[in-house]
């Protein structure tokens, strides 16, 4: 299975280059054509992040900041042992800067938002561990009914690198904050480029984006309208020490930890919170029963036959496997001819008591866009969610 899908520029970073890929934004279509050159070769590292070796069971790449490698266990496998100071400790040395700058993101600059074409893989899925499965029959798209409102979905934007890229995300609850949640849970790589890398700037939520349809079939429209519940700017941020250490452009092991939460603020502040403006907040369903679930895919897919300024779903039913590291929780895998742009959108599976929660989001998928896969949410996850829910 060849997976290779990045939404939002993310390949083309990892390569040191953002591409003008064709991409229809409010304002319709834009730039021209490109191939992301493969991420450059990586060596390992000591926790200086010089010379050569590796931290027990880490192999490090070179050049990482000092900040990154502070404080991170021997093995990946001791990371699920962290406790809230142990990430505390760790996301301090990995400071997120993201100010509030009013106004600065405007229909055209939404629309100028492009994706990266993809990058070849770096690794073959470790089939003969017998944790990856046949991929599943495809399975098509079909538009979210309208309006948009009261329900959790919506894109995220930013800038790097002098671009600017695009993501879906999805609006989560908060353990320590019920009825009044500021997260949005979304892809690592919609939020950081991985190794070698920095944040990118300019995070900004947009619950319900195109609600009413007005930039539709190329049409332009007002902040107002492709913003109808507001911008809201990322404050916090938190992906897993594997993103940030070993992620890059293209599908490997370092995919199976892909994800990121973002707290975030009105910059017209109202005095409400995201989930009291949106009207809701899935909770997230970690270690999931795979093999009872059946996942259902959102996100706002950009390459054609899709524009981007629609919100699409894949019915995927029960998800396979698909695993790059067998040490790692494989990853889920479905059925879905969405394509770039749908990165970091939530994927959604019921509960037993009845209740819809967000099971894993969109990571990569097919060259061809025949599936999907999403990282598989256990404890890396849930001590993620735990560590920005409680950060003041």
Same mark, same amino acid.
């Given at each position: 299975?060849?997976?290779?899908?990045?939404?939002?520029? !993310?390949?083309?970073?990892?390569?040191?280059?953002?591409?003008a890929?064709?991409?229809?934004?409010p304002?319709?279509?834009?730039?021209?054509?490109? /191939?992301?050159?493969p991420?450059?070769?990586?060596g390992?590292?000591?926790?200086?992040?010089?010379?050569?070796?590796?931290?027990?069971?880490?192999?490090?790449?070179?050049?990482?900041?000092?900040?990154?490698?502070?404080?991170l266990?021997?093995?990946?496998?001791?990371? /699920?042992?962290? /406790?809230?100071?142990?990430?505390?400790?760790?996301?301090?040395?990995?400071?997120?800067?993201?100010?509030?700058?009013?106004d600065?993101?405007?229909?055209?600059?939404?629309?100028?938002?492009?994706?990266?074409?993809?990058?070849?893989?770096?690794?073959?899925?470790?089939?003969d561990?017998?944790?990856?499965?046949?991929?599943?029959?495809?399975?098509?798209?079909?538009?979210?009914?309208?309006?948009?409102?009261?329900?959790?979905?919506?894109?995220?934007?930013?800038?790097?690198?002098?671009?600017r890229?695009?993501c879906?995300? /999805?609006?989560i609850?908060?353990?320590?904050?019920?009825?009044?949640?500021?997260?949005v849970?979304?892809?690592?790589?919609?939020?950081?480029?991985?190794?070698?890398?920095?944040?990118?700037k300019?995070?900004v939520?947009?619950?319900?984006?195109?609600?009413?349809?007005?930039?539709?079939?190329?049409?332009?429209?007002?902040?107002?309208?492709?913003?109808?519940?507001?911008?809201w700017?990322?404050?916090?941020?938190?992906?897993?020490?594997?993103?940030?250490?070993?992620?890059?452009?293209?599908?490997?092991?370092?995919?199976?930890?892909?994800?990121?939460?973002?707290?975030?603020?009105?910059?017209?502040d109202?005095?409400?919170?995201?989930?009291?403006t949106?009207?809701?907040?899935?909770?997230?369903?970690?270690?999931?029963?795979?093999?009872?679930?059946?996942?259902?895919?959102?996100?706002?897919?950009?390459?054609?036959?899709?524009?981007?300024?629609e919100l699409?779903?894949?019915?995927g039913g029960?998800?396979?496997r698909?695993?790059?590291?067998?040490?790692?929780?494989?990853m889920?895998t479905?059925?879905?001819?969405?394509?770039?742009?749908?990165?970091?959108?939530?994927?959604? !599976?019921?509960?037993?008591?009845?209740?819809?929660?967000?099971?894993?989001?969109?990571?990569?998928?097919?060259?061809?866009?025949?599936?999907?896969?999403?990282?598989?949410?256990?404890?890396?996850?849930k001590?993620?969610?735990?560590?920005?829910?409680?950060?003041?």
């Amino acid at each position: 299975m060849p997976v290779i899908h990045r939404s939002a520029v !993310a390949a083309a970073l990892a390569a040191g280059t953002l591409l003008a890929v064709t991409a229809c934004g409010p304002d319709g279509p834009s730039g021209g054509g490109g /191939t992301a050159a493969p991420p450059p070769a990586t060596g390992s590292a000591t926790a200086t992040g010089g010379g050569s070796g590796a931290i027990g069971g880490i192999t490090l790449p070179t050049g990482l900041p000092t900040g990154l490698l502070e404080g991170l266990p021997k093995s990946w496998d001791d990371l /699920t042992k962290w /406790t809230f100071d142990d990430w505390d400790k760790w996301a301090s040395k990995n400071v997120f800067n993201n100010p509030i700058v009013k106004d600065f993101w405007n229909p055209d600059k939404m629309g100028d938002s492009k994706p990266a074409d993809p990058a070849p893989p770096t690794a073959k899925p470790a089939g003969d561990a017998g944790v990856t499965d046949p991929e599943p029959p495809v399975v098509k798209a079909v538009p979210v009914p309208r309006p948009y409102t009261k329900q959790p979905s919506g894109k995220i934007f930013f800038s790097a690198d002098g671009g600017r890229g695009n993501c879906s995300a /999805t609006v989560i609850a908060d353990p320590a904050h019920p009825g009044k949640s500021n997260l949005v849970w979304t892809a690592g790589h919609c939020v950081h480029p991985g190794k070698g890398g920095n944040y990118f700037k300019d995070l900004v939520f947009v619950p319900a984006y195109n609600n009413s349809g007005a930039s539709s079939g190329g049409k332009k429209a007002p902040l107002a309208e492709l913003a109808p519940l507001g911008t809201w700017w990322a404050k916090d941020v938190v992906t897993s020490p594997q993103w940030l250490v070993e992620g890059g452009g293209t599908g490997d092991a370092a995919s199976q930890y892909d994800f990121a939460i973002m707290r975030v603020s009105n910059q017209n502040d109202t005095g409400k919170s995201l989930e009291e403006t949106v009207g809701s907040a899935v909770p997230v369903w970690f270690d999931a029963p795979r093999d009872k679930v059946a996942v259902s895919a959102v996100g706002y897919p950009l390459f054609k036959p899709f524009d981007g300024q629609e919100l699409y779903k894949c019915e995927g039913g029960k998800p396979t496997r698909l695993s790059f590291d067998p040490k790692r929780p494989s990853m889920l895998t479905i059925g879905c001819n969405m394509t770039q742009g749908s990165s970091g959108g939530g994927w959604f !599976a019921p509960m037993p008591d009845g209740r819809t929660a967000l099971v894993s989001n969109t990571s990569i998928g097919t060259q061809d866009h025949t599936s999907l896969s999403g990282p598989y949410l256990e404890t890396v996850a849930k001590q993620a969610l735990d560590w920005i829910s409680r950060k003041k």
